[in-house]
């Protein structure tokens, strides 16, 4: 946690594999706007890891969009894909403490043995190679057989005692909660996907710390993410951020908006002639 004169860091963090949406103009505008109320900063960040999805064309829209909005930050833009080195050595710390293990099991193997489900919705990993031995790991390393790598998080949770992390209310400057983290809900998550040395879960709260960022806005959808997120910051030895969790934008189904469901971007929206100040007043700004 920062100290009470640190100045607030916040961040608008988007995975550049699409065009912007509604939804995340909501919460880059959000996230701006908590930043002036708690008289700090907002940064931008592209959570570009996975090489396959992920184009430098959408992160120079993105930015066109952002800067359209009216919104802006400080240099330079932190990319994540520039920073696979720095990852690896956070999971290397995990893999010290024996916390991390290779997984050698496809998708369909995972959905056919799997029991339950995580806050998601998919298939909670049934554990499979969690205890294979130290002989068939380095041989089927060595074999180069297609490996991602998962935390033990049952392991990893008897270090930890009771986690809990803050959380303060839509005004931002409200006063703060203390909420209890259940990471075991999300089962042994993978740190390292095939071919990559990081994840999601494992870069995002790397770079949070690297930021220095003190309040974290995300959607109410991220809010079981968190949990797995303040475990990984107990391992990695990270401060938590305090965490604010904000509305979803929903379409007229009353569902979340998103990219694969095709929803409007704002490029569309901005062709159609809609103005910046038209997007803030219908989303509340
Ligand atoms: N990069 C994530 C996304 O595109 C969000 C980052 C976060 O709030 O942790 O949804």
Redesign the pocket.
Known sequence: MSSPSSKPILRF???PNGRLHLGHAYSALYTWQAAARLGGTALLRM?DTDPERCKPEFAQAIVDDLHWLGLDWPQPIMVQSQRFPIYAEAANQLRDADLLYPCFCSRSEIATKAKGTDPDGAPLYPGTCRHMSRSEQIERLQRGDPVQFRLDTASAITCTGLLTFTAIGPLVTDRPQIRYARPERWGDVVLQRKGTPTS?HLS?VVDDAAQGVTH?T?GRD?EP?TDFHVLLQFLLGLPSPIYNFHRLILDAEGRKLSKSKGSPTLASLRDAGRTPQDIRQELGF
């Open positions: 963090a988007p995975s959570e999601y995002v974290v995300r991220m993410a």
